[in-house]
């Protein structure tokens, strides 16, 4: 079993960057994919980015691709999401998740709580 909990959430301005960790716990860890999910107001909960067990494979979704990257210390079991350029579309709750296998765009068993991001014009 894996527990997630995430980190960092806050306000800030468009244009500016912000960086979410989660810290993870579990016996098989280090070989489970992470990833990042968010969901706006009145929106579906969607993918964001994941990464496999060793940090050599990512996906994007393609909203965020070029300004987000993801990144795990397997030493510290924490995931980041650094979020550069923010623009006031990123405002969301977003959601720490895992999975057994590759970094996937779905099927993930396991969830945090969430931490809510808020993109101020």
């Known amino acids: 079993q894996v527990q997630l909990v995430e980190f960092g959430g806050g306000l800030v301005q468009a244009g500016g960057s912000l960086r979410l960790s989660c810290a993870a716990s579990?016996?098989?860890?280090?070989?489970?994919?992470l990833g990042w999910f968010r969901q706006g107001p009145g929106k579906e909960r969607r993918f964001v980015a994941a990464?496999?067990?060793?940090?050599?494979?990512?996906n994007y979704a393609d909203s965020v691709k070029g300004r987000f990257t993801i990144s795990r210390d397997n030493a510290k079991n924490t995931v980041y999401l650094q979020m550069n350029s923010l623009e006031p579309e990123d405002t969301a709750v977003y959601y720490c998740t895992a999975r057994p296998g590759g970094p996937t765009t779905a099927s993930y068993p396991y969830w945090g709580q969430g931490t809510q991001v808020t993109v101020s014009s």
């Open positions: 579990g016996r098989t860890f280090s070989s489970y994919a």
């Open positions: 990464i496999d067990w060793s940090g050599s494979s990512t």
